[in-house]
Every structure is written in C-alpha cells, then in structure tokens.
C-alpha cells in the first residue's frame, strides 16, 4: 500500500506535467520534472509514513536540495528555449497516428517508472523507520556531498562559460571540466550512491544498489555521456580534449574512464 501510493502520486505528476507539456507544444519540458520528481516522492513518503529518524530526515533534507536545485536550473534553462533535437527526432519517429498516446507512454511513464525505481532508497528508508546511523550512512552524506559539490560547481562553471560571448563555439576545458568531461553527470551518479548508502541499514536491503547503478548505466550508455560525446564526437578540439581528460571519473593527471 506504501509504494503503491507514491506510485500513484507519480502518475499524477507526470499527467500534469504532460498536460502543461501540450500546453507549451514541447515535450522536452519533461527534463524539468525529472529532479523535482524525487522531491514529491519524499515528501509523499514522509507524509505517508508519519514517522521519521534521522536517517529519514538526513535523505528528505538532502533529496529536497538536489531535486529543487535540479529543478531550477533547468526551468531557467529549457522553459523558453525550442524543443530539444532529441524529442523533435522522437515526434518525426512516431509520425501522426496515436501520437499524444505514444508520447504519454514513451516519455511521461517511461520517466515515471525509471523514477520510481531509482527512488527506492528515498521510498525504503520512509517504509522502514530506523533510528540507528551506522557508519556507512555517514559516509554516504561525505559522498552525497562530494556529489552535489561537482554537480552544482559543474553547472555553475558551464552557464558562466557559455554566457560569455568570447566563448561561443568553443569548449570548456577548464576548472572540474578539466578532470572530467562530465562533472555534472559524475555528481548526479555520485549523489545517489550517497543517497544509497544512507538508506542501507544491512545486508538485507543492499539491493537497493539498483537505484544508483540504474542512474549510472543510464547516464553512463543512455540518456548522458553519450548523447553529447556523439554532438562532439568529430571535432578536432573535443578529440584533443578527449584524449587527455577523462569521460566520467574526475581524474588528475593520467587520463581515466
């Protein structure tokens, strides 16, 4: 009954999300709603449960900053920008039968699903109440830490970068993006490995592993690095880049994955 509802809490998010996304013509709208997503199923959770630890509040707490802070940016980002070449090539896939049926289905619930799942920790810890921190759970909040750290910095040095006219068509190699090509991506991963830690309470619930392993291989193979590294993948200045700065894991020095 406890995840059922916040399955259900999440239908009614992304109808009305799908709904506001026929009123603007553009689904790519969608992307804002992946990290405040999150949010509602820890508040949802929390209201449900009726109870808390510190465990519990540590992830709300931590899940309300990573997700409003998601929102955010890319509300400021993509609200009045033209729809993303990735969801105009899905329209010209799906031509002109059924079209707002395969749109529900194969944006709006597929995020859906693929948010619950990786919230199961967030879910877990609200169904499960335990007041005892062990240590790994401290680690975690380090890790969620670190992960926030380059997502949020990652951000910031990008839009600064890309607001300065002497920048245009050229390529931020610089600050975290000079250890990574990704930092932003590497911190969302690392933020639910932080988010994964806490909400483990023993060997029992280490399958809760799912959630920030799903969130990797996607970003990872899908939905992240290798969209961007395909729009780059035939210039002469990202090759350079590429050649000696890691893809994902933030390196110093010798190049890494």
């Not at 619930?109 to 062990?134: K, S, T, Y």
């Amino acid at each position: 009954m406890f995840y059922s509802k916040i399955a259900l809490s999440l239908l009614v998010y992304f109808i009305i999300w799908f709904l506001i996304c026929l009123y603007k013509k553009k689904y790519s709208l969608v992307d804002i709603a992946w990290g405040s997503g999150f949010v509602v199923v820890a508040w949802v959770s929390y209201l449900i449960a009726q109870a808390s630890s510190i465990q519990s509040t540590i992830i709300l707490i931590l899940v309300t900053l990573w997700g409003g802070r998601l929102f955010w940016h890319l509300a400021r980002r993509n609200w009045h920008k033209p729809e993303d070449y990735r969801y105009v090539n899905m329209r010209k896939r799906w031509g002109t039968s059924f079209v707002y049926l395969k749109a529900f289905l194969n944006v709006f619930v597929l995020q859906g699903i693929l948010l619950f799942i990786i919230a199961l920790p967030i879910m877990h810890v609200f169904a499960n109440i335990d007041g005892e921190m062990r240590w790994w759970q401290y680690v975690g909040v380090v890790v969620w830490v670190i992960g926030f750290f380059f997502e949020v910095v990652g951000d910031y040095q990008l839009e600064r970068f890309k607001k300065n006219p002497v920048n245009k068509g050229m390529l931020l190699t610089t600050g975290l993006w000079s250890i990574t090509r990704h930092p932003n991506y590497f911190g969302e991963a690392t933020c639910w490995i932080g988010v994964f830690l806490i909400s483990v309470t023993g060997i029992s619930n280490s399958w809760l592993v799912v959630s920030p392993l799903i969130i990797t291989l996607l970003l990872l193979f899908v939905s992240g690095v290798p969209l961007l590294e395909k729009k780059y993948r035939k210039r002469q200045d990202f090759i350079a880049y590429a050649d000696k700065t890691s893809k994902f894991f933030p390196v110093i020095g010798k190049k890494g994955l």
